[in-house]
């Protein structure tokens, strides 16, 4: 299964939400391409020890051949970098599953908006899920989110992903929220999402 993590506008946790989420699936065969030319995936998993196979494909048709060796029952995570690109095009239209972060921020819905706008332009058959990513841990109106995403053909996933401290400070140890003891809630929201998408098959 290919899940691409995307969204045209950039500091909306894609990145962070795609490295919790690749640790999540126990017993398979993860791989991770990163496309954010910031690598932040490719360095997190230097510094963890390469636990993962992380893969920089430089070209449309490099990375066309990496996602069509992913196997069915394999997990292929791919992180889109925050701009608007044929690369980054070509890994929505090879995808399986399309997930979009998003936070109540109204830039951030009319950055989706713009998003919303590539999908519909590429015309792709592909299921599409919105999170709610890296929301205030008191906010429970999501009204401006749920409006947006009313209109559109869409799913918004049940499980919120609450602004937690422990996502970053895990990866800039070159770690995962599981490979430490405690907060189970914030295992519990990445494998809500993890859960999701496997249900939503």
Known sequence: MIITIAHTKGGVGKSTLAWHLAHSFENKKVTIIDLDFQQTLYFVNIIGGDKLNVLQPLSVDELINELGAVATDDICIVDVGGFDSDINRAAIEHSDKIVIPISESVTEVLGFR?????????????????????????TKNFG???????????????????????????MGEGNSIFGVSDNMQAKEEILGVSNELRCNK
């Open 114 to 138: 713009t998003f919303e706008g590539i999908l519909k332009e590429l015309k792709v058959d592909v299921e599409k899920f919105v999170v709610l990513n890296n929301i205030h841990p008191l």
């Open 144 to 170: 401006i989110i749920e409006e947006a995403i009313s209109k559109s053909n869409m799913k918004l996933l049940n499980t919120v992903i609450r602004s937690r401290k422990i996502y970053r400070t895990t």
